[in-house]
C-alpha cells in the first residue's frame, strides 16, 4: 500500500530502508533523514512510501517536488526513488500527487532514460549544468 508521508510520525518505516541515498546526494544518511523529517510536511514535497501490512516495514519510498511555476513549468519533479516492490506503485502515486495539484507532467532526471521508459517516462530534453 502507497501512503503519502504527512508527519514525522510516518516516517520510521522508511527510516529503516537500506538504500543508496548517498550515492545520489551530498548529504550523509544522518543529514539526509532529517531533511526527511523537515519537509514531509511542506506542501511542495511529495514523500511517498510503499509501507507492508504491518505498517513498520516500507519496502522503498520517493520524493517527488511540486515545481509548478507558470509560465515556466506545470511539472512534479521526481528528486529520488528507491523500492524493492513495485515501482509502478510509487510512480503511480506520484502521477495522481502531481495532477491532483494541477501539474501536466511528472519529470525525473535520469542519466539513463531507457530505464524509466516502462513506467511511461520518454526522453523531451537533456539537463545540462554548470558547477559552481
Not at 514525522?8 to 518505516?13: K, M, S, T, V, Y
Not at 550515492?23 to 519537509?39: A, G, K, T
Not at 513495485?86 to 502521477?95: E, M, N, P, V, W
Amino acid at each position: 500500500m502507497i501512503n503519502r508521508i504527512n508527519t514525522p510520525e510516518d516516517l520510521p518505516p522508511i527510516l529503516l530502508i537500506k538504500d543508496d541515498i548517498e550515492q545520489h546526494i551530498d548529504y550523509d544518511r544522518s543529514s539526509w533523514l532529517q531533511w526527511l523529517v523537515e519537509n514531509c510536511k511542506n506542501p511542495l514535497i511529495g514523500i511517498f512510501a510503499d509501507i507492508e501490512n504491518n505498517d513498520t516495514e516500507a519496502n522503498g519510498y520517493a520524493v517527488a517536488l511540486n515545481a509548478i511555476s507558470p509560465p515556466f513549468t506545470q511539472s512534479v519533479v521526481v528528486m529520488y526513488i528507491f523500492t524493492n516492490g513495485d515501482t509502478h506503485q510509487l510512480i503511480d502515486a506520484i502521477k495522481a500527487w502531481a495532477e491532483a495539484v494541477g501539474a501536466n507532467r511528472v519529470e525525473m532526471q535520469t542519466g539513463d532514460s531507457d530505464s524509466v521508459a516502462e513506467f511511461g517516462f520518454v526522453k523531451t530534453s537533456s539537463v545540462v549544468g554548470i558547477e559552481i
